[in-house]
């Protein structure tokens, strides 16, 4: 059974920085997409970053551009999301999700999800 299980997440302060991982299990084949996706209490799931796996392709929504990075470990069966020059803004339950359309605004698309891991930036 594909599974996905986050980690990494927790308190830092503004500024700080977080690495989340997305460890990858029972894949018979490389998914064709893996993303990032993140909730904030009250708000729409918003798309993070997604990377196509076949040329590990990645695009980030703007609101994280420069800050966020992903990184393919794909071939070791998990991928990372380093987040730097975090904000309170960045606050959200954060999801690692595959499967889905190469891009950030369609996470209906994406079959596999991951439980979530909470990252909350304040002072």
């Given at each position: 059974?594909?599974?996905l299980?986050?980690s990494?997440?927790?308190l830092?302060?503004?500024?700080?920085s977080?690495?989340?991982?997305?460890?990858?299990?029972?894949?018979?084949?490389?998914?064709?997409?893996?993303?990032?996706?993140?909730?904030a209490?009250g708000?729409?799931?918003?798309?993070?970053?997604?990377?196509?796996?076949?040329?590990?392709n990645?695009?980030?929504?703007?609101?994280?551009?420069?800050r966020?990075?992903?990184v393919n470990?794909?071939?070791e069966?998990?991928v990372?999301?380093?987040?730097?020059?975090?904000?309170p803004?960045?606050?959200?339950?954060?999801?690692?999700?595959?499967?889905?359309?190469f891009?950030?605004h369609q996470?209906?698309?994406?079959?596999?999800?991951?439980?979530?891991?909470?990252?909350?930036?304040?002072?």
């Amino acid at each position: 059974q594909e599974q996905l299980v986050e980690s990494g997440g927790g308190l830092v302060q503004p500024g700080g920085s977080l690495r989340l991982s997305c460890s990858m299990s029972g894949f018979a084949l490389p998914p064709y997409t893996i993303a990032w996706f993140r909730q904030a209490p009250g708000k729409d799931r918003e798309g993070v970053a997604t990377m196509r796996i076949i040329d590990g392709n990645i695009v980030y929504a703007d609101s994280v551009k420069g800050r966020f990075t992903m990184v393919n470990g794909v071939a070791e069966n998990e991928v990372f999301l380093q987040m730097d020059s975090l904000k309170p803004e960045d606050t959200a339950v954060y999801y690692c999700a595959t499967g889905g359309l190469f891009n950030l605004h369609q996470p209906w698309s994406f079959n596999v999800w991951g439980q979530g891991t909470q990252v909350t930036v304040s002072s």
